[in-house]
């Protein structure tokens, strides 16, 4: 019996067919490698993006009201605010030395104290705020009181819808640095007051201030604050961040919005 091997003609058809099952295999494998591979670096461009919205939402739900302001300056940034640590309702109008608060306040150490900041003065340390240099608190007459103390008093020349009077921290910054190679969010926390923002809108003048510095996130290619204005006492202020970044031609921008818990 011979041996039969096989003719150049079958060998061809063989490749030819083999060749057609391979692209298909291409076809049907690759899309989805393809869509993975996009998703993924999506995925990422987000995680870029969204991972400071939970932090910032802490701290502008606890502002002081009408502390938040924001500012750009060149490559910068930056959204400030003032952090209350507890709030607690009057009984009496707050006047040149003394009034009395309802309850007692057992929080952390504040570092300022203020009532009605409707004007958005706090930053000055005048009307509606007074440094904790400048203030104290005793006992009150009755169980469940206490006496603040004002020395020298501010001016609290409006009273505030709610009697309410607010124990502050000291600022908070988010810093944004829009820098070709940097991308940054930079959170700054625990620095001197400024009356005016373009002392504080860089990096350098943060850190000189005595600021404590976490990075949050980076990979931003641009970052805007958009801060509105309360027309009365009812209302909150309302913020709203548009953090966008760009990678490998894709472009992924978020934008989340927040009001404040507090009002004046």
């Not at 060998?11 to 067919?17: E, G, K, R, S, Y």
């Not at 203030?135 to 309410?164: C, K, L, W």
Request: charged share 15%.
């Amino acid at each position: 019996m011979k041996a039969r091997g096989f003719t150049m003609i079958e060998l061809v058809i063989a490749i030819t067919i083999s060749s057609i099952v391979v692209i298909f295999a291409t076809m049907f494998i690759g899309a989805p490698l393809g869509a993975y591979e996009t998703h993924s670096r999506r995925a990422v461009l987000v995680a870029d993006t969204s991972g400071a919205w939970p932090r910032m939402e802490t701290d502008l739900r606890a502002a002081l009201p009408n502390s938040i302001r924001t500012r750009r300056n060149g490559s910068f940034v930056v959204l400030e605010m003032l952090p209350v640590l507890g709030v607690a309702r009057y009984k009496t109008t707050p006047s040149a030395t003394s009034f009395t608060i309802a309850g007692v306040y057992a929080g952390a150490a504040p570092s300022y104290l203020s009532v009605n900041n409707l004007d958005g003065n706090a930053y000055a340390l005048a009307g509606s705020m007074a440094a904790a240099t400048n203030y104290s608190a005793a006992a009150g007459a009755v169980s469940g009181e206490q006496q603040i103390n004002v020395n020298p008093a501010p001016v609290f020349a409006t009273d505030s819808p709610r009697r309410n009077i607010y124990f502050v921290a000291r600022p908070v910054t988010w810093l944004c640095d829009e820098t070709p190679g940097q991308g940054t969010l930079r959170r700054y926390s625990n620095y001197t007051l400024a009356a005016n923002q373009t002392a504080r809108d860089t990096a350098g003048e943060l850190t000189g201030a005595g600021a404590t510095v976490e990075l949050v996130t980076q990979g931003l290619t641009s970052c805007n604050f958009d801060v509105s204005t309360v027309p009365n006492a009812t209302q909150s202020q309302t913020v709203a961040a548009r953090l966008t970044t760009t990678r490998s031609g894709d472009v992924i921008t978020l934008l989340h919005s927040w009001r404040t818990e507090y009002q004046p």
